[in-house]
């Protein structure tokens, strides 16, 4: 071999790291740090962008002078939430490398996802220091417009400046209703709320599963919600349904603040009124340094900043398995219910939800008993499908979600025999506590008032499920 | 090998060039304003100027019944919910004012008359075909089909209303809040704001003339600063504001800001709904347009895909009217 075919060959190797470089995504880039242990995790991703500049310019605006420039925001957010971008380029002709389609959408959002969206997103942050608990996309096109379904967020990048970032947000973290009417609802009610304990609640007189609704609970506490109303329509409904205040941000008209109700469920959100997680529980842990499981990626949440950050104690970091499970509530073989689609492993804050924001709750149990549970926010199930009638509540197909399984890492979850499973229930309405944590739920089931209905049950299998 | 006094020529000759770079060739920043919303875009060829104006509050009654002992009829009822300027692209240089700087970079302009000192030349270059019924666009943000800015209303192209202009005195009349004033550049058509509006028609209505057409709401200008900033005058600032001086983000970059004009609109309309804001350009006229003959605008929703799901963000757009 001579040396200009040595030299052939390096330039070949050169030109195709410079290749592989061009076409891999640019590590994640920490936004806004948080307190190490927040709570709200964004990931926020670029979509049909071709320059990472441009990307970076549009999270600044949004971010630094979007919603850290926002009074509520950065009074109770800032420390509890912690956001990170992610960068890739969309292959030129493509209008979204995740699927979204932008056009007339159904008359709800303009924005349409594909059924996989999480397991996309999942891949988008596989690189991720940080496990999110939201997806925020950014799409590059010339749109004002945003929409938000479960744990993810579209929004077009002329949306900034607006309050649609800080709107979605009360979506995504305050799991808020909007409080604005849908016309093509026209004179229909609304179908019946899941959960009250949010910004909309039944009209007084209104027939509920649970009997006839009295005031909203809000106007029980005028010190608290002092003003506060019963104003119709909520939830894109005219009629059965309320609100407290015609000054909200999940409202319609230009009011870039959160009503004193709207405030309240947003602080719980950020976990200024947080259930107390499980303790760590290290002897279930085979090893604190999580193991790769072949074929997917370990993650660590080691936050690294020079900014300095807010320690949290009393959530500290520990292992958490995080499953995507697509979710079928409406099959009719029990066993098609639910089913893990793929899991990742990662050192994080685990932030379950026990807040009575959906119809279900997941039950996570081994063979020393319940480990924990959690509820799925009914706004993950919720159908928007709309075509001409009024849209319905409840699940109308599958759905793809994150469960969080703590105190969990590669190697445990990998034990035999262990029996860990994922056990779903439906929540009658007789049962109305606002927050429900694994000691309420053993006091709940015991009460001979309430008919849990076992809906499914998942066996976690010690490898990694199929993709 | 170059002989030293050689070089010594060549090096005072580079350094003679770097300092003639420098000193005559002209500093220029690219500005961009993304002009959204409900605006009254008022050509003043006298002027040399484009003002782009946003108006107070509405309230037009009129003698609808020809009945002397009656009371005046509410014909356009328009409370205005602001306007702001944003900073999309680029770099504070230096700000005035007597309140600080919006965090945000929004600038609240209310009673605001926004100018650029800087700017001069021409009436800003405007393309705009005499209106006529233009076939709905197809939802695609590359199409250039928006640039003309025959998208853009005007009142004054309709049947019957064609005599009509600009009342005088219009800087200064109650019915205006501010304005931008533009020199220079060019102005065109953008795609709407909202993808569902791009892909809908509007049906205009005046007299017994009903017309399906597409519109946006937005329009762009653009312009070389001869300079290395971007310098903004503010005069009777609600908010007290006085100067604000952009740099671009890295050089050869464009500042880029955005007027925007707040509306009050409280949910997407429905198929049929009219966009009653628009109703309150024809105050701005002279000969005053009687109620009856308002060119209307009514929404006509597109065909709805089958399927998609979520919460969105609420509003719909204004689109504003040409002079």
């Known amino acids: ?467 | 090998m170059l002989p030293v006094r050689l070089t010594l020529v060549a090096v005072a000759a580079i350094g003679l060039g770097g300092y003639y770079t420098d000193s005559i060739q002209p500093q220029s920043t690219r500005l961009e304003i993304e002009i959204n919303g409900g605006f009254a875009y008022i050509p003043s060829p006298n002027e040399r100027t484009l003002f782009v104006a946003y108006l107070n509050d509405v309230l037009e009654k009129q003698d609808t019944d020809n009945l002397p002992g009656t009371p005046d009829e509410v014909v356009c009822d328009v409370p205005q919910v602001g306007t702001e300027l944003m900073v999309v692209r680029g770099v504070v240089d230096a700000y005035q004012g007597s309140q600080p700087m919006p965090e945000s970079r929004i600038f609240n302009l209310d009673e605001a008359k926004v100018t650029f000192p800087r700017l001069g030349g021409a009436h800003p270059a405007t393309n705009r075909s005499p209106w006529k019924p233009v076939p709905p666009k197809t939802a695609g943000h590359s199409d250039p089909a928006w640039k003309n800015l025959q998208y853009v209303p005007r009142i004054a192209d309709h049947p019957g209303l064609t005599n009509r202009k600009i009342i005088n005195g219009w800087k200064t009349d109650t019915k205006v809040n501010g304005f931008m004033a533009l020199r220079g550049g060019t102005l065109e058509g953008m795609t709407p704001s909202d993808p569902v509006a791009e892909m809908a028609q509007f049906e205009f209505k005046s007299g017994t003339l009903s017309t399906l057409v597409s519109t946006t709401d937005r329009t762009i200008y653009r312009v070389n600063v001869p300079d290395d900033n971007v310098d903004i005058r503010f005069t009777d600032s609600a908010q007290g504001y006085k100067r604000l001086v952009l740099k671009p983000n890295a050089p050869g970059e464009a500042v880029r800001l955005r007027l925007r004009g707040l509306h009050a609109m409280n949910t997407p309309p429905k198929d049929g709904d009219e966009l009653r804001d628009f109703c309150a350009f024809h105050s701005l006229l002279t000969p005053r347009v009687d109620a009856k003959d308002y060119v209307r605008i009514f929404y006509k929703a597109p065909p709805r895909p089958p399927s998609g799901a979520g919460m969105p963000s609420p509003g719909f757009y204004c689109s504003g009217d040409w002079f």
């Not at chain 1, 056009?103 to 059924?115: H, M, R, S, T």
């Not at chain 1, 002329?158 to 649609?164: H, I, L, M, P, R």
């Not at chain 1, 379950?352 to 996570?364: S, V």
């Not at chain 1, 928007?384 to 703590?406: E, K, M, N, W």
Request: a neutral charge.
């Open chain 1, 1 to 467: 071999m001579n040396r200009r075919t040595l030299s052939q060959i390096a330039r070949a190797i050169t030109l195709a790291m410079l290749a592989v470089v061009a076409l891999s995504a640019s590590p994640p880039k920490p936004i806004h740090p948080g307190g190490t242990n927040a709570p709200v995790r964004i990931a926020i991703i670029a979509d049909h962008y071709t320059v990472e500049q441009e990307f970076d310019y549009d999270v600044e605006n949004f971010v630094k002078y979007g919603v850290l420039a926002d009074a509520f925001y950065k009074q109770y957010g800032a420390n509890s939430m912690n956001i990170t971008s992610y960068y890739d380029a969309t292959p030129a002709g493509q209008d979204s490398r995740f699927g979204f389609e932008i056009g007339a959408g159904d008359g709800v959002c303009a924005v349409k996802a594909p059924d996989d969206v999480l397991s996309k997103l999942m891949a988008a942050t596989a690189a991720a220091t940080v496990l999110p608990t939201h997806y925020v996309v950014i799409g590059n096109h010339p749109y004002n417009i945003g929409c938000t379904k479960g744990q993810w967020s579209y929004i077009a990048v002329d949306a900034v400046g607006t309050d649609v970032f800080q709107h979605e947000l009360g979506h995504l973290v305050g799991l808020l209703f909007d409080e604005w009417k849908l016309p093509s609802n026209g004179g229909a009610s609304h179908p019946g709320l899941i959960s009250d304990q949010f910004n909309c609640a039944p009209k007084q007189g209104v027939t509920t599963p649970t009997g006839t609704a009295g005031p909203p609970y809000w106007m029980n506490y005028p010190a608290k919600f002092p003003g506060a109303q019963a104003l119709d329509g909520c939830d894109l409904y005219a009629y059965g349904v309320v609100h407290a205040f015609d000054h909200c941000r999940m409202g319609a008209v230009n009011h870039r603040n959160f009503c004193l109700v709207c405030q309240e469920a947003m602080k719980k959100g950020f976990g200024y009124v947080a259930s107390t997680p499980p303790p760590i529980t290290p002897s279930l842990m085979a090893s604190h340094a999580p193991t790769s499981p072949s074929g997917f990626r370990i993650v660590n949440a080691a936050f690294v900043t020079s900014a300095p950050a807010v320690q949290e104690t009393t959530n500290p970091p520990r292992p958490v398995m995080r499953v995507l499970v697509e979710f079928d509530p409406a099959n009719s073989e029990a066993g098609r219910r639910l089913g893990a689609k793929q899991r990742i492993f990662a050192t994080s804050v685990y932030v379950p939800n026990h807040r009575r924001a959906g119809e279900y709750l997941y039950e996570i149990s081994d063979n020393n008993g319940v480990r924990d549970v959690g509820i799925i926010p009914d706004a993950m199930l919720k159908s928007r499908s709309f075509q001409g009638g009024p849209h319905t509540t409840g699940p109308a197909g599958p759905v793809q979600l994150f469960l969080d399984l703590p105190n969990e890492d590669a190697k445990s979850a990998n034990l035999a025999n262990r029996n860990l499973k994922v056990i779903v229930y439906r929540i009658p309405r007789t049962v109305t506590d606002p927050i429900i944590t694994k000691s309420v739920w053993a006091e709940l089931q015991k009460n001979p008032n309430h008919k849990f209905e076992k809906v499914t049950e998942m066996l976690l299998p010690p490898a990694e499920p199929p993709k």
